[in-house]
């Protein structure tokens, strides 16, 4: 996705710990990880071998903020999918909905709606993540 090397990038720079939720298999998740060329950067990795139900259930999300020893109600989860998104609100994190996928519309439920990764900063996700 364009501009997501640059936000890891600056994420992780600024202190943010970053996990990765995903229902999908390992293998998706790590080729992934792979081609982006930003696995250290991940504090942990969620994939749908670690769950057993999948999104709008917040155990992925709940299960990754564990994983990184913070409270849920201090993260942000950015997603491009409906069920994604009412999965983040279920865990009483800050939802980022990222159109490409699905229409704005469908979206509505995140906190936030953004076009592209390039819209997002450290900035805004810590403002998000304090004013939710």
Known sequence: MD????????????GFKLAIGSSGPPENIALCLEK???????????TGADVTR???D?????????RLEVPGS?????EDAVHGIEAANRAGMASVGLTGTV???????ANLVVES????????LRSMIVNH
């Open 3 to 14: 501009g997501a090397v640059e936000l890891i990038d600056a994420l992780a720079a600024d």
């Open 36 to 46: 982006l060329g930003r696995a250290s950067k991940f504090a942990a990795v969620v």
């Open 54 to 56: 999948g999104k709008p």
């Open 58 to 66: 917040p155990q992925v999300f709940q299960t990754a903020a564990a």
């Open 74 to 78: 201090q993260c942000a989860v950015v």
């Open 103 to 109: 229409d704005r519309a469908e979206l509505e439920r």
């Open 117 to 124: 990764l390039r819209e997002l900063t450290s900035e805004s």
